[in-house]
């Protein structure tokens, strides 16, 4: 059998145990991934048992209570804890979601919690996002126009409006960037740094579908590329794993055919 010789630094190690409260009722065991860059150790899983009637329903609560109770030095990234800003974005039981919005209950046995996958961590579960976020840059994500400004709004018919918001409140312009897909997607993880992934194709799509916006010549041009756009390989991981329920394969699709409909 083939033997893989990880460098030492990559290792996952067994972390601390933190028993469950005395006295506790309901417990449920929660491992999570801890690395910290300035104590020279290498990742290690910390695995804490939480009373489950102490803290809310979400794995969000959970990491809050743990934090709170337990250990004030682990670290992630949360803010409206109703999955709207898109910052609690983590592979929870090996799947990327908002922990706001995944229901302990939902997850049998114990809870299993990484960083999002393939992404340099800046500690525990906080992942750095330069990257996507240099990517998003680059698809220039704001309307663009030549013609003058109307002395009141740019309006849309509700058809125009609904290619942006979907009939069923799921088109592009509910997308979060939470980037769960895009941290889904292998052709990303093996080129993430041409390919632009599924969140920033999706929000290239957006402004291609704006039809108050008069740059899709241009913003098509730009996607001309075979990284950019064509390292999509259909493999739909990114549509599987979108909290929010989008379907940034579609997009991509779309954009596709928006390639071919302007070369006949
Ligand atoms: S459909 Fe395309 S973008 Fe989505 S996971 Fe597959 S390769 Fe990645
Ligand atoms: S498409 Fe879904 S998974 Fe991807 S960034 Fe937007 S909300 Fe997150
Ligand atoms: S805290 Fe905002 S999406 Fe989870």
Redesign the pocket.
């Known amino acids: 059998m083939v033997q893989f010789a990880l460098p030492k630094n990559s290792k996952i190690t067994k972390g601390k145990k933190h028993p469950a409260p005395e006295g506790a009722k309901k417990t449920k065991a929660f491992k999570v991934y801890r690395w910290n860059p300035d104590d020279g150790q290498t990742p290690r899983m910390d695995e804490f048992e939480i009373d489950l009637t102490k803290c809310g329903p979400m794995v969000l609560d959970a990491l809050i209570h743990i934090k709170e109770t337990v250990d004030p030095t682990l670290t992630f990234r949360r803010s409206c804890r109703e999955g709207v800003c898109g910052s609690c974005a983590m592979n929870i039981d090996g799947m990327n979601t908002l922990a706001c919005t995944k229901a302990t209950a939902d997850v049998s046995g114990e809870v299993c919690i990484n960083p999002l996958p393939h992404m340099p961590v800046m500690k525990d579960l906080v992942p750095d996002l330069s990257v996507p976020y240099a990517q998003l840059a680059t698809i220039e994500p704001w309307m663009k126009t030549e013609s003058p400004a109307p002395s009141r709004e740019r309006l849309q018919s509700h058809d125009d409006a609904n290619l942006l918001n979907g009939e069923d409140g799921k088109g592009p312009a509910a997308c979060i960037l939470c980037f769960c897909?895009?941290t889904?997607?292998?052709?990303?993880w093996w080129n993430g740094d041409r390919f632009l992934?599924?969140a920033v194709?999706l929000q290239a799509y957006r402004w291609l579908a704006d039809t108050r916006d008069e740059a899709t010549g241009e913003r098509l041009d730009q996607l001309e590329d075979p990284f950019r756009l064509y390292?999509?390989?259909?493999?739909?991981?990114?549509?599987n794993t979108c909290p929010k329920g989008l379907n940034?394969?579609k997009a991509?699709a779309e954009i596709k055919k928006m390639m071919v409909a302007r070369q006949a």
């Open positions: 897909c895009s889904a997607c292998p052709s990303y992934g599924p194709l390292r999509c390989h259909t493999i739909m991981n990114c549509t940034p394969a991509i």
